[in-house]
């Protein structure tokens, strides 16, 4: 009797099920707390149509053989002997001016025309110079002569010398002033270019005055240019003259390259730096792209010998996230790629790569385009 009402129990529930299910149909998980609050993905991993849509390729970060010390700012500068200031040897006026300021000359070029009044007495004591000089060079080869023959006494002889020897050398005093001036007998002159440069300052134009105590012009070998460095603390011992340094101008396939000639003694207490200086060796080559006052990274490169090596990737994988330095790293392979964020150390960069010390070792695959849509996908992962 117990069993039949136990079978016709369990009946009457299998009834109401099949009719529950009948009418309410089958529950739909999407409607379901749980499949609202469900992540869409992995975070840091994606599909392979995911990185398509985000542009994101890949390379592997190579090594490199020799890491740089550091780099630091510098300013684009002159050594000192590359400025040449063009004086007017005589006060006088400035008649033509044939150069503008940044215009290139040529050591020589004619920078303008002064007519001043002391050439013209230079002249006439030349002039004079030159006429005593005959009668004086006559004067004494005679009584040289006679006191040979002990006509006249010695001492004349040597009188006559002397004054000959005082009117050559007012001849070429007279002679070197007027050349010093290019100028001529009618008191025109010249102010020339001393070297090959760049007009750095014309301080006079046509009609104004000119004199010994402003220089006209003021010419600048561009060349010849030299860094001035701000090192910081704690490369003090560490930099020494000798090394090399190169600077990554933009546009240029080539860096330009030098090597540090000094370095001061003691840190700035103010700005907790070291100045240093280094001389530039190609910075003459044919759109350098630098001048003087620029601002510049400079790469000092490590001592040869000491062994350091890194990593160089592309400048674009770099981003900033929590104010560090930070990589992609794709791990992992398969449907789904995983990319980790990677901070890292510079230490130099140059020709579009960057030089990384620490962070990632070679052969890694790294993001180099799409980082920042990467970035974003991941929350600033």
Not at 132 to 142: I, M, N
């Amino acid at each position: 009797m117990d069993r039949k009402i136990l079978l016709g129990a369990a009946a009457a529930i299998a009834v109401i099920a099949g009719l529950g299910y009948t009418f309410y149909g089958k529950p739909d998980p999407a409607s379901t707390p749980q499949a609202e609050q469900a992540p869409a993905g992995t975070p840091g991993k994606l599909d392979a149509a995911q990185v398509k849509a985000l542009g994101i390729r890949l390379e592997a970060a190579k090594a490199a053989s020799d890491v740089p010390l550091a780099s630091v700012p510098a300013t684009v500068s002159l050594p000192p002997d590359a400025r040449v200031a063009v004086a007017a040897p005589f006060a006088g006026i400035a008649v033509r001016v044939f150069v503008v300021e940044g215009q290139e000359v040529a050591k020589g070029q004619v920078l303008a025309q002064v007519r001043a009044a002391d050439p013209v007495q230079f002249g006439g004591d030349l002039a004079r110079a030159r006429a005593d000089l005959e009668v004086d060079k006559a004067r004494a080869e005679r009584l040289e002569t006679l006191a040979r023959e002990g006509v006249v006494a010695g001492a004349r002889a040597d009188e006559a010398r002397a004054a000959l020897r005082r009117t050559e050398a007012t001849v070429a005093e007279n002679r070197r002033l007027l050349a010093l001036a290019g100028a001529s007998g009618d008191g025109s002159g010249t102010l020339r270019a001393p070297i090959a440069g760049r007009v750095a300052k014309v301080a006079i134009e046509a009609g104004s005055p000119v004199g010994n105590e402003i220089a006209p012009f003021l010419v600048e070998n561009a060349a010849r240019l030299t860094l001035d460095l701000q090192l910081p603390e704690r490369l003090a011992g560490l930099a020494r003259p000798g090394m090399a340094i190169s600077v990554h101008v933009p546009g240029n396939a080539e860096p330009v390259r030098g090597s540090l000639v000094s370095v001061g003694a003691s840190l700035d207490p103010a700005t907790r730096s070291i100045a240093a200086r280094a001389q530039l060796s190609n910075a003459a080559m044919p759109g350098s792209g630098l001048v003087p006052g620029q601002s510049v990274t400079a790469v000092i490169a490590a001592p040869a010998g000491s062994g350091k090596s890194g990593v160089s990737v592309p400048a674009t994988a770099l981003t900033r996230i929590d104010r560090q330095d930070t990589v992609f790293v794709r791990q992992g392979s398969g449907k789904e790629l995983q990319f980790v964020p990677r901070q890292v150390t510079i230490v130099g960069e140059a020709a579009g790569r960057t030089i990384l010390s620490a962070g990632i070792e070679p052969g890694e695959a790294v993001v180099v385009s799409g980082v920042a849509e990467l970035k974003s996908a991941l929350g600033g992962a």
